[in-house]
T-cell receptor, first 115, second 111 residues
């Protein structure tokens, strides 16, 4: 597609529920990133994919968070047993190769609210 | 963890004036990037400056980088209402592929 697409744009869920957030990167971009942004803060790194594999998942806060990219394109961020502290905007970005060498293109984000 | 710190946290100026934002960081970098964010959603890449570059221009934007001071500045000349947004600096290094972000500068352009 023309840009990075994230769905849904907004998600409200009850505490304890499971949610999936989807990211469709720019066609041909091998690198894909998930970030989380709380109000008034800069984005916080969660996970980086190079192709199908998670090259760096050091930012995932705990084992309730998991992400996949099975065919090296679309990625899904999965959050189990959601907590109110998980409320944030979840941003996905893609780049042609990897961040140190190229710019990252961001989607509009998914605003997750856990009530 | 956040590496960059933007200064000021908020800036309000008249349209037509120049806006300058500063960013400081802590570790060695491969490059530093500036992004704009409207209404707390999508981030738009503005400019990337590599560690061996000192200054870069793009339209009304001018970015400087001083690696000895671990700092960068973003200058927006002849500001317009459409420049109202939050501006973030982000650094990338050679040891990993994540961008490390500051907390941003909120810029308001008064008509």
């Amino acid at each position: 597609g023309a840009g990075v697409s994230q769905t849904p744009s907004n998600k409200v869920t009850e505490k304890g529920k499971y949610v999936e957030l989807r990211c469709d990167p720019i066609s041909g971009h091998t690198a894909l990133y998930w970030y989380r942004q709380s109000l008034g803060q800069g984005p916080e790194f969660l996970i980086y994919f190079q192709g199908t594999g998670a090259a760096d998942d050091s930012g995932l806060p705990n084992d309730r968070f998991f992400a996949v990219r099975p065919e090296g394109s679309v990625s899904t961020l999965k959050i189990q047993r959601t907590e109110r502290g998980d409320s944030a905007v979840y941003l996905c970005a893609s780049s042609l190769t990897g961040v140190p060498h190229t710019e990252a293109f961001f989607g509009q984000g998914t605003r997750l609210t856990v009530v | 963890s956040q590496q960059g710190e933007e200064d000021p946290q908020a800036l309000s100026i008249q349209g037509g004036e120049n806006a300058t934002m500063n960013c400081s960081y802590k570790t060695s970098i491969n490059n530093l990037q500036w992004y704009r964010q409207n209404s707390g959603r999508g981030l738009v890449h503005l400019i990337l400056i590599r560690s061996n570059e000192r200054e870069k221009h793009s339209g009304r934007l001018r970015v400087t980088l001083d690696t000895s001071k671990k700092s960068s500045s973003l200058l927006i000349t002849a500001s317009r209402a459409a420049d109202t947004a939050s501006y973030f600096c982000a650094t990338a290094d050679d040891s990993n592929y994540q961008l490390i972000w500051g907390a941003g500068t909120k810029l308001i352009i008064k008509p």
